[in-house]
């Protein structure tokens, strides 16, 4: 097959998520696979002129080395609020063009406005579009008076779709609930490459690294850092805890990331936290193996967690990691009680979980029950489920196109 990924952030920047995975294992499986892509952080990373042109990236893979993905960037006009007015019209075009050129047998949106452009040219086509939800996109946009429109575009999307695909229960049933037919949406969920996270992975070198010390209990977390992300609050907590052994290791950039950098240098957290930035994905996990006890303390109130499960978890369970999360409900629904995962309230609540499990001696089992609750996710089983999807859409709309006449 010949597929064409849409989605409206960086590709090559953003951490490895599910569309990452999937797209690289088609590719390793012999399928041709092209992504239109937008530089999200423009602002920092160019600043050269007012308007970008469009690049092309070939033989890209993120994940999996042998893999290869055409990653394809429209230009666009470089000013607040323009970037994505003119990301409308470079996308449109840029749609049109690989329509024209690459003859894709199939689309797959992961973001708002491309879906709805691309939904617009394939109704009447014999190119199947799939939605894929792996976060509810419209409470993401920055500019929270835009974010009722993006729902309503998601909306129309939706209902135009020849399938929907979640990565998790509870999302499906939250894309069901806003316009999704519950007779072609279906689940896919996340997955994890069990050989390349595994408990026998050794972390003492990236503990020797950061200067951890064999009596540190290390807290980790990676990822995008969201303001919502819950670490403000446990980096407050370590600073005034007891324990001068609990340390917190970050892996990520993000909107949150300066404001961690100038709390590490307090006196109190000097040491303690411990920020490593960006890591190439091939060292994350080395960096699960260096910690004890992985977070996801995003404040459980924040309406874009609600209905979404990180991919991350995944790869923190499958280390053989517990995770302490807030009651997120996503989260909570897919992984229920006694499977590796802790519930808190609040961020402000981790801390003192930490050290209670660190004290009981839990934390091992609770790590081999974390590995058993994931193994069924291995990524190669869940590309399998992928590709079928593909392949039966593709069948079907060629099939309906024949019927229509």
């Given at each position: 097959?010949?597929?064409?990924?849409?989605?409206?952030?960086?590709?090559?920047?953003?951490?490895?998520?599910?569309?990452?995975?999937?797209?690289?294992?088609?590719?390793?499986?012999?399928?041709?696979?092209?992504?239109?892509?937008?530089?999200?952080?423009?602002?920092?990373?160019?600043?050269?002129?007012?308007?970008?042109?469009?690049?092309?990236?070939?033989?890209?893979?993120?994940?999996?080395?042998?893999?290869?993905?055409?990653?394809?960037?429209?230009?666009?006009?470089?000013?607040?609020?323009?970037?994505?007015?003119?990301?409308?019209?470079?996308?449109?075009?840029?749609?049109?063009?690989?329509?024209?050129e690459?003859?894709?047998?199939?689309?797959?949106?992961?973001?708002?406005?491309?879906?709805?452009?691309?939904?617009?040219?394939?109704?009447?086509?014999?190119?199947?579009?799939?939605?894929?939800?792996?976060?509810?996109?419209?409470?993401?946009?920055?500019?929270?008076?835009?974010?009722?429109?993006?729902?309503?575009?998601?909306?129309?999307?939706?209902?135009?779709?020849?399938?929907?695909?979640?990565?998790?229960?509870?999302?499906?049933?939250?894309?069901?609930?806003?316009?999704?037919?519950?007779?072609?949406?279906?689940?896919?969920?996340?997955?994890?490459?069990?050989?390349?996270?595994?408990?026998?992975?050794?972390?003492?070198?990236?503990?020797?690294?950061?200067?951890?010390?064999?009596?540190?209990?290390?807290?980790?977390?990676?990822?995008?850092?969201y303001?919502?992300?819950?670490?403000?609050?446990?980096?407050?907590?370590?600073?005034?805890?007891?324990?001068?052994?609990?340390?917190?290791?970050?892996?990520?950039?993000?909107?949150?990331?300066?404001?961690?950098?100038?709390?590490?240098?307090?006196?109190?957290?000097?040491?303690?936290?411990?920020?490593?930035?960006?890591?190439?994905?091939?060292?994350?996990p080395?960096?699960?193996?260096?910690?004890?006890?992985?977070?996801?303390?995003?404040?459980?109130?924040?309406k874009?967690?609600?209905?979404?499960?990180?991919?991350?978890?995944?790869?923190?369970?499958?280390?053989?990691?517990?995770?302490?999360?807030?009651?997120?409900?996503?989260?909570?629904?897919?992984?229920?009680?006694?499977?590796?995962?802790?519930?808190v309230?609040?961020?402000?609540?981790?801390?003192?979980?930490?050290?209670?499990?660190?004290?009981?001696?839990?934390?091992?089992?609770?790590?081999?029950?974390a590995r058993?609750?994931?193994?069924?996710?291995?990524?190669?089983?869940?590309?399998?489920?992928?590709?079928?999807?593909?392949?039966?859409?593709?069948?079907e709309?060629?099939?309906?196109?024949?019927?229509?006449?």
């Amino acid at each position: 097959m010949k597929v064409l990924i849409l989605q409206e952030t960086d590709w090559l920047q953003r951490y490895a998520g599910q569309q990452h995975h999937l797209a690289e294992l088609l590719s390793l499986r012999g399928h041709e696979i092209r992504v239109i892509d937008y530089q999200l952080l423009w602002g920092a990373q160019d600043k050269r002129g007012l308007r970008s042109r469009r690049q092309v990236f070939e033989g890209v893979s993120k994940v999996y080395e042998r893999a290869r993905v055409t990653v394809i960037r429209p230009g666009i006009i470089k000013l607040p609020l323009l970037a994505y007015v003119s990301l409308v019209f470079s996308h449109r075009r840029e749609i049109i063009r690989q329509i024209a050129e690459f003859r894709p047998d199939i689309m797959v949106g992961f973001g708002i406005l491309d879906s709805y452009l691309a939904t617009g040219m394939t109704r009447r086509s014999t190119i199947p579009f799939v939605y894929y939800w792996i976060d509810v996109l419209h409470l993401l946009i920055p500019a929270k008076p835009l974010q009722p429109l993006g729902k309503v575009i998601e909306r129309a999307t939706l209902k135009r779709a020849d399938e929907v695909l979640a990565n998790c229960e509870g999302l499906k049933e939250y894309v069901v609930s806003i316009g999704a037919s519950r007779e072609r949406t279906k689940v896919v969920s996340e997955g994890i490459d069990l050989r390349r996270f595994h408990p026998a992975i050794d972390g003492v070198e990236m503990r020797r690294r950061y200067g951890l010390k064999k009596e540190d209990s290390v807290l980790f977390f990676m990822g995008w850092l969201y303001h919502f992300s819950g670490l403000r609050e446990v980096a407050l907590d370590l600073g005034r805890a007891e324990n001068k052994n609990i340390r917190l290791l970050v892996v990520g950039k993000g909107d949150l990331y300066r404001e961690l950098e100038e709390m590490s240098r307090r006196p109190e957290l000097k040491g303690r936290l411990l920020l490593a930035g960006e890591r190439p994905y091939v060292e994350m996990p080395s960096f699960v193996a260096a910690s004890d006890i992985c977070l996801l303390p995003a404040y459980p109130n924040e309406k874009v967690m609600q209905h979404i499960v990180p991919i991350k978890l995944y790869e923190y369970l499958a280390m053989g990691k517990p995770a302490i999360s807030t009651r997120l409900p996503g989260v909570m629904a897919e992984f229920g009680e006694g499977n590796g995962i802790v519930y808190v309230d609040r961020p402000e609540d981790v801390v003192a979980k930490a050290i209670e499990l660190a004290g009981s001696g839990s934390v091992r089992d609770l790590g081999i029950r974390a590995r058993r609750f994931v193994e069924k996710n291995d990524w190669n089983t869940i590309a399998d489920k992928f590709e079928r999807v593909l392949e039966e859409a593709v069948v079907e709309k060629r099939r309906a196109r024949a019927l229509s006449g």
